[in-house]
């Protein structure tokens, strides 16, 4: 902003780095579903008009400088080839044009360039809106926007405007009612959108629930012969949506408001919508989205259900309204028991919202379990959310037996997904719990030679891959009377579990061995924490294991990633007493048992994803192996 008193007429600013680069896509590349830059704009106005009136709840003054029926109009100029979508809601200050229009502080252009990178262009233009930059969108359509805005309470307007190409002006304008007034002068290619037929039709597509009238002035010089006089037209049935019984909502007016509400453009996996009544009445109407909004794993975990009090709008950021496992639900929320003329801070901590939360969450639950009896259709939902949904195993003590009921896991038994249910079923005589290893993917979790021993004696393990895993296991600790327990942890033992044939093999420690575990103790020092004898291992030579009680392996790599200066948790070496390179090791001199052991240090650390402390060394020492190995 200047700093001198007088702010220029009008001055001319460059867009951040990041809006350019998404202007330029949107004007050279997408070409489809260009129609969608109207819901967007007619999106804003309505979110400007929500805004406005809930701000008038608790300040009446607001909206003394205009109308209080809030509408949005479009208006056509079929000389000047300009459409004008306008609404009466807050608008925006001086500062805010440049803010909002200009920059874009979340960090929705990269992850928008990202998915229309990713997903091939054109295709993807239908997500603009879910990533918070949907107003470029207008874009697509025209080569030249005008933005004339006067915020609710302020006196001055200004005009924001832009071709889109790097820069944009903004400048005093006279006379400006309150709200904005968007102006698009349309591309050459773009002027179908001049149509009251076009408009009609995109509006009934993609607009019809917006709960304000979406109004079509007359166009002038549009008169047909002999036609009545042209009167505006509502374009759109501007009904809340969720008000009616779902009886009569027919399945496209889900999708269309689905699309509304979810800024997305996927089928709904599920939609769950009913009136509570009793002690609380509300109503709702939710959906679980197909695929994985892009800010699902974002830090601040926000909802995106909106609460509406008697088809007041109050927020869409509510916390409290939705458990933060199920943020992915979309969807809209509306009672007539809660207060209007409080904060959102008090509305969050409010008794009703918490009941009306119990209420919806149970709702949602149940649902889930019926779907799950079709494990392909479940599959699907579980594969886009079951890394957020196992957030609950670890937040919500109240509901945990639901919530493990409805968990899936890959495992080693089965193709796909197993539930805990069918994991205990297939448990075998004498098993201690329900084994499980985590990592970072399942192929470097199938070759873990901790898993080894388990495969061997057809001990079925859960391969547990999400960060989350290693927070809800340690919370959760058992499903019913089993407890969790991690192949990757020393203190396990199999020698006692039945496997036919080998069994007496490795039964009594000779004392060889013995004494080759004080050998590696003496010769890797401080670098392990132990070195034992595994009963785990078939094929492997060794396998590093997390110390009984202590850190997982997993966590503390996790740990690392995250802070380099994590202490580094030392590891119990297993050696498996049955594979000859350990048989062997007790016949070879000390300068090469010391190289050895090292090297086999190393070979676990490298198995299991981390990297060699000392590079150097374990090339010299590979080398002087192998070089004994050719002589
Ligand atoms: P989003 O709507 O997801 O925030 P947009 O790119 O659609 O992203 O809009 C950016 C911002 O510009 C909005 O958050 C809002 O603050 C402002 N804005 C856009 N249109 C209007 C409008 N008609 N009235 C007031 N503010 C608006
Ligand atoms: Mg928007």
Redesign the pocket.
């Known amino acids: 902003m200047a700093n001198t008193t007088e702010k220029p007429k009008t001055e001319t600013r460059e867009f951040q780095a990041e809006v350019a680069k998404l202007l330029d896509l949107v004007v050279h590349s997408l070409y489809s579903n260009r129609e969608i830059f109207l819901r967007?704009l007619i999106s804003?106005?309505s979110?400007?008009c929500d805004k406005l009136r809930y701000a008038a709840l608790t300040d009446s003054k607001l909206l003394e400088d205009g109308s209080s029926e809030f509408a949005i109009h479009l208006s056509v100029d079929k000389a000047a080839k300009t459409l004008t979508i306008s609404?009466n809601?807050?608008?925006?200050s001086h500062d805010e044009l440049i803010a909002?229009?200009g920059t874009i502080a979340k960090s929705g252009t990269a992850e928008f360039l990202k998915a229309a990178g990713d997903k091939g262009k054109g295709k993807d233009v239908n997500l603009i809106?879910q990533f918070?930059?949907?107003?470029?969108s207008a874009f697509m359509v025209a080569d030249k926007v005008d933005v004339v805005?006067r915020k609710a309470s302020e006196k001055q307007g200004w005009v924001w405007s832009s071709d889109g190409k790097g820069a944009f002006t903004v400048g005093e304008a006279e006379n400006a009612p309150r709200?904005?007034h968007?102006t698009l002068h349309m591309k050459p290619d773009a002027e179908e959108f001049l149509e009251p037929q076009r408009l009609r039709h995109v509006v009934k597509t993609y607009s019809d629930h917006i709960a304000l009238p979406v109004i079509l002035e007359p166009i002038p010089g549009d008169k047909k012969e002999g036609a009545e006089e042209a009167k505006a037209e509502t374009l759109n049935s501007a009904s809340a949506l969720w008000m009616r019984y779902n009886s009569v909502v027919k399945p496209e007016e889900y999708l269309e408001f689905y699309h509304h509400v979810g800024h997305t453009f996927d089928e709904p996996w599920h939609a769950l919508h009913f009136h509570a009544e009793g002690a609380i009445e509300y109503t709702a109407l939710l959906f679980i989205p197909t695929e994985k909004p892009f800010d699902l794993f974002h830090p601040e975990r926000k909802g995106h259900v909106k609460l509406y009090v008697n088809r007041v709008f109050i927020s869409d950021q509510l916390e409290g309204l939705m458990p933060r496992y199920l943020r992915f639900v979309r969807g809209v929320v509306d009672s007539a028991d809660l207060p209007l003329n409080i904060s959102r801070e008090m509305l969050q901590n409010n008794p009703t919202l918490r009941k009306i939360q119990n209420g919806i969450t149970k709702r949602m639950l149940k649902d889930l379990k019926e779907r799950a009896e079709k494990p392909e259709e479940y599959n699907v939902f579980w594969d886009s959310f079951g890394p957020v949904f196992k957030e609950g195993l670890y937040e919500d003590h109240e509901r945990r037996d639901d919530l493990l009921e409805l968990a899936r896991f890959k495992s080693t038994a089965v193709e796909g997904l197993t539930s805990l249910k069918d994991y205990a079923s297939r448990m075998k005589d004498g098993q201690e719990g329900i084994y499980y290893i985590t990592g970072d993917n399942n192929a470097a979790l199938k070759g873990s030679p901790q898993l080894e021993g388990f495969l061997d004696k057809g001990l079925e393990v859960l391969l547990l891959t999400d960060p989350i895993d290693e927070f809800w296991v340690a919370t959760v600790g058992a499903y019913g009377k089993k407890p969790f327990k991690s192949v990757a942890e020393s203190g396990t033992d199999l020698s006692a579990m039945k496997d036919g044939e080998k069994k007496d093999e490795a039964q009594s420690e000779p004392e060889e061995i013995k004494g080759l575990v004080e050998k590696l103790k003496a010769t890797l020092g401080e670098t392990v924490a132990d070195v034992r004898i595994s009963s785990r291992l078939t094929g492997s030579p060794v396998c590093l294991v997390a110390d009984t009680g202590g850190m997982s392996l997993h966590l503390a790599r996790m740990l690392q990633q995250h802070d380099e200066s994590a202490d580094k948790i030392r590891k119990v070496l297993e050696i498996n007493p049955n594979h000859t390179l350990i048989k062997r090791l007790n016949t070879v001199d000390s300068a090469t048992l010391n190289d050895i052991a090292h090297l086999l240090l190393d070979q676990a650390r490298i198995v299991e994803g981390e990297t060699v402390p000392d590079p150097i060394a374990f090339a010299k020492r590979l080398a002087a192996v192998m070089e004994k190995g050719l002589l």
């Open positions: 967007e804003n106005a979110d400007a609404d809601g807050v608008g925006m909002n229009l809106g918070g930059v949907g107003f470029y805005s709200g904005a968007i």
